[in-house]
Nanobody
Framework: QVQLVESGGGLVQAGGSLRLSCAAS????????MRWYRQAPGKQRELVAV???????NYADSVKGRFTISRDNAKNTVYLQMNSLQPEDTAVYYC????????????????WGQGTQVTVSS
């Protein structure tokens, strides 16, 4: 069984920063692409940032230049550094990853974390 556990959310004033973490645990052989999504109240879940195992990153236009995704492969952890936060960044942030386990052979399965709340006050 694989678990993704996010942390680092909270309440911050506009212009502030937060760093989200997402640690994967379980019988993990390797982790391929890791992602951060967010979902604001009344809105669809949207992809915020992507980081492949090869180091390629991609960001939503709304966060480019402000957010940075990174990973620590030794810790099976992905991070999202969020700077210059704005009220419109308020959402529940979810970690998502394609993970190969010792039970899945060569194939990865997709896993989600439980989410962490980020609230930005104006």
């Amino acid at each position: 069984q694989v678990q993704l556990v996010e942390s680092g959310g909270g309440l911050v004033q506009a212009g502030g920063s937060l760093r989200l973490s997402c640690a994967a645990s379980g019988r993990i052989s390797s982790i391929n692409t890791m992602r951060w999504y967010r979902q604001a109240p009344g809105k669809q879940r949207e992809l915020v940032a992507v980081l492949t195992s090869g180091g390629t990153t991609n960001y939503a236009d709304s966060v480019k230049g402000r957010f940075t995704i990174s990973r620590d492969n030794a810790k099976n952890t992905v991070y999202l550094q969020m700077n210059s936060l704005q009220p419109e960044d308020t959402a529940v942030y979810y970690c998502n990853a394609d993970i190969v386990t010792y039970n899945s052979g060569r194939y990865s399965n997709n896993y989600w974390g439980q989410g962490t709340q980020v609230t930005v006050s104006s």
